[in-house]
Every structure is written in structure tokens, then in C-alpha cells.
């Protein structure tokens, strides 16, 4: 069974659903076409997340495609590595798919995605020779000059980028609470402080630019640590 929080941005609010099964459809998303196993790829963790701007733009991608869309990979957690180290995968909003397809097929993935308006980034296929990658990325990314990364978070955030700064805090010692809920409160604050002051960070209790690249060049790939939370 695994524990799914899925965050809505309209609302910002963060729905738990708590026992899922692994072929159980994912919430939001149409019918079948997508499973929890499927969204879950290789990571083995209890605990998943994602956004309902991410199902709704998987539903119109895979309308427009017409036929079923296998997932190579979608989420992982940070700690499990796997992506780049501020990539959208841990934040469960991206999917690299079509790896047992031909080009022709990847094609018209690449064409339903980016037609779809749905994503806030189709990379070009020039740069994935062997699958489709497509992402809901949200938010301002807290370093400037670039469309990647992870927005600067702060005491009331809430989503799923918030869910990686707790995963991560967590990971390196440094306990936001007892789960993942992806609220930004008062022990995820304290949590940064102390994670800042140890690093030689400013200490703002805001995760801006300085602290992810610190946090998440730290945690990246490491694995579960005794500390890591679900």
C-alpha cells in the first residue's frame, strides 16, 4: 500500500490519500490510463506525490495522443537520485516516457505534449533520443536567469516542492516532523534554520537559491538515511 499526497494549486490545499494499491489508477487522472506502479517507475518508496495540474495535463496529452503512453520514469525522491539535482521528477510532476517505442511514435507523444499546452516544459526532442520528457513545473525558480529549478519557499508555502525540502531536510538530520505533508510550518522553518547555521548559510529560515543548491547537492543520490521521513 502507499500513502499519495497530491497538492492542488487552485486550492492550495494537499490531499492525502492513504492506501492505495499499486495498480489502483492515479487520482485525476483518466480511467486507467495511468497507475500508481506506472507513476511510481523504479522508486520504492511508502510515500508519493504529485499535482492535479500534472494529472490534467497528462489527461489532455494522452487524449490527443489516442493510445496508451508507457511510463519509463515519473516520480523519485531525491535522496534516490536518478535526475538532476533540481529535477521536476522529485517533485512528481515529470515523466520521461515512450523508451519501448520508435521515433515515429515518440513523435507524436512530443506533438500531443506540446500542443496540448498543458506542460510547462516539452524538451526537445533532440535532447532525448529515446524517450519524450514532459513536466508541470510551477512557481518562479528562486535562482534567477534560468526556467529550472525550485521556487524560494518560506513559513506557509505549501506543494510539492515543499515535500522535497522536507524529504531532503529530513534525510541530512534535520526533522521537519514526524511525515511529509508539504506544509511549510514551524518545525520545517526551524528545521532550515538549522541546516542554514550549520552550512554557513544566511539564516532566514527561507529556502532561496544559496539553500537549495546547498541542500539538494547534499542530498542528492544519498539514499535513506536513519532520519529519513515518509
Known amino acids: 500500500m502507499a500513502r499519495l499526497l497530491i497538492y492542488d494549486a487552485y486550492e492550495n490545499k494537499v490531499y492525502t490519500y492513504a492506501n492505495l494499491n499499486e495498480n489502483d489508477p492515479m487520482p485525476y487522472s483518466t480511467l486507467t490510463t495511468l497507475r500508481l506502479r506506472e507513476f511510481r517507475g523504479k522508486s520504492a518508496s511508502?510515500?508519493?506525490?504529485t499535482t492535479i495540474a500534472a494529472m490534467e495535463a497528462w489527461n489532455l496529452t494522452r487524449r490527443k495522443y489516442g493510445r496508451?503512453?508507457?511510463v519509463g520514469y515519473a516520480f523519485r525522491r531525491i535522496w534516490e537520485g536518478g535526475h538532476?539535482?533540481?529535477s521536476q521528477h522529485y517533485a512528481g510532476v515529470a515523466f520521461d516516457v515512450g523508451q519501448s517505442l520508435d521515433q515515429r511514435q515518440r513523435t507524436a507523444i512530443y506533438n500531443a505534449a506540446r500542443t496540448s499546452g498543458a506542460w510547462g516544459y516539452v524538451e526537445p526532442l533532440s535532447q532525448t533520443p529515446t524517450w519524450v520528457h514532459f513536466?508541470?513545473?510551477?512557481g518562479t525558480p528562486a535562482c534567477?536567469?534560468?526556467t529550472a529549478g525550485y521556487p524560494t519557499l518560506r513559513r506557509?508555502?505549501?506543494g510539492c516542492y515543499v515535500m522535497i525540502l522536507q524529504d531532503a531536510l529530513s534525510t541530512l538530520g534535520y526533522q521537519t516532523g514526524s511525515r511529509i505533508d508539504g506544509i511549510f510550518g514551524a518545525r520545517t522553518?526551524?528545521?532550515l534554520r538549522g541546516y542554514q547555521k550549520r552550512t554557513s548559510l544566511r539564516v532566514d529560515g527561507v529556502c532561496g537559491c544559496d539553500s537549495w543548491k546547498k541542500i539538494s547537492t547534499a542530498v542528492i543520490g544519498i539514499g535513506r538515511t536513519k532520519t529519513t521521513i515518509d
Open 46 to 49: 511508502p510515500t508519493l506525490w
Open 68 to 70: 496508451g503512453i508507457p
Open 84 to 86: 538532476g539535482t533540481r
Open 135 to 138: 513536466d508541470r513545473r510551477y
Open 144 to 146: 534567477s536567469g534560468t
Open 156 to 158: 506557509g508555502s505549501r
Open 189 to 191: 522553518e526551524q528545521a
